[in-house]
């Protein structure tokens, strides 16, 4: 008699086993959902770093070829009245800073990419004060900062990144 007792229970907690391992399997499906997720985030994130990364050293490169050329560089041989384009970038010409900005314009468009969204400017004054704004297209970070609305479009890609340096 003992022994249909037993089966009785046996037989109400059939299936139980398999209900726990459902829901366990769905909490940890929402785990890896969740991981992948901050991978994704954190792919993103490290190529908008990269990016900034390349801006400065483009910076740093413009810098250093004014130093090179330093008088040149005080009387403004260097200074763009306007943002030079990655994709149209202006002859390298017969002077110093001519060639200088055109290499330096070709590296922003090889590293930054050659579109019209990268730009970059020069202004010294006659100090040896010098800034350099880099602009680019920053949407491999995938965040919204800073986003402007201009006409119709939103434009929420453009990173604007400046250095100040002393030559």
């Not at 990016?51 to 008088?71: E, Q």
């Not at 041989?77 to 060639?99: D, E, F, I, Q």
């Amino acid at each position: 008699m003992r022994v249909e007792r037993l089966g009785a229970v046996r037989s109400r907690q059939s299936g139980v086993g398999l209900i726990e391992v459902l829901i366990a399997l769905l909490v940890l499906s929402v785990g890896f959902l969740g991981i992948a997720a901050l991978e994704a985030v954190s792919l993103s994130t490290n190529n908008s770093a990269y990016a900034r990364s390349l801006a400065t050293i483009n910076s740093y490169s413009i810098l250093d070829a004014m130093r090179a050329d330093i008088a040149n560089a005080k009387a403004g041989s260097y200074n763009t009245s306007s943002a030079l384009a990655a994709n149209a970038c202006p002859a390298a010409g017969t002077t110093l800073a001519g060639v200088q900005l055109n290499q330096w314009c070709t590296a922003l468009g090889s590293t930054l990419g050659a579109t019209a969204t990268t730009t970059g400017n020069v202004s010294c004054d006659s100090n040896g004060i010098c800034t350099i704004t880099i602009t680019f297209n920053d949407s491999r970070s995938g965040t919204k900062l800073g986003c402007s609305t201009s006409g119709s479009s939103q434009n929420c890609s453009a990173q604007a990144f400046s250095t100040k340096g002393v030559l």
